[in-house]
């Protein structure tokens, strides 16, 4: 079997912390809980013959008082950049954090979720954005750690392109 760090990195309050519960657990709380520093969980996988013990590291969300530790990400295999889908703002605190990954540890895979499907009619972000992302060869997943919608398939993707990366 082998093993892969990912990393879940995106602004304060994107769901991060959900996202990982929905996939790991099965369940979604209503209730928020601030991540402080980093919580771990595990979760195997099976892709393509091959089990992968996925290693999921939620990192504490970035706002204006509270930077992601860098150090972290060292030994990552990949990463997903939470977007919360009602406050556009999070979107441009993605790509800022993307670069300080490149910066802090090169390409490495990554997906960008945009979480909080459930909610699309509070959307800042529109479809025109989407296919703009899409088209730079961002893979983009609509999800919602509330219902489940997109989550495995988020997780999947990651996994399938680190297990092609080179």
């Not at 402080?36 to 996988?45: A, E, R, T």
Request: hydrophobic share 45%; glycine share 8%; proline share 1%.
């Amino acid at each position: 079997m082998i093993q892969k760090k990912i990393c879940m990195l995106g602004a304060f309050a994107t769901g991060k912390t959900s996202l990982v519960a929905r996939f790991v657990k099965s369940i979604f709380s209503e209730k928020y809980h601030t991540t402080v520093g980093v919580k771990i969980d595990k979760k195997v996988l099976k892709i393509s013959d091959q089990e992968v013990m996925l290693m999921l590291w939620d990192l504490a969300g970035e706002d204006e008082f509270n930077k992601v530790q860098m150090s972290y990400l060292r030994g990552s295999a990949g990463y997903i950049l939470v977007v919360d889908g009602t406050r556009r703002a999070t979107l441009d605190k993605a790509f800022s954090l993307q670069k300080n990954v490149e910066e802090a540890v090169g390409k490495i895979p990554y997906v960008l979720v945009l979480n909080k499907a459930d909610l699309i009619e509070d959307w800042e972000i529109d479809t025109v954005t989407i296919d703009e992302l899409t088209s730079k060869g961002i893979t983009v997943i609509t999800g919602s750690a509330k219902t489940g919608e997109g989550v495995e398939e988020l997780f999947l993707s990651l996994t399938q392109k680190m297990v092609e990366f080179k």
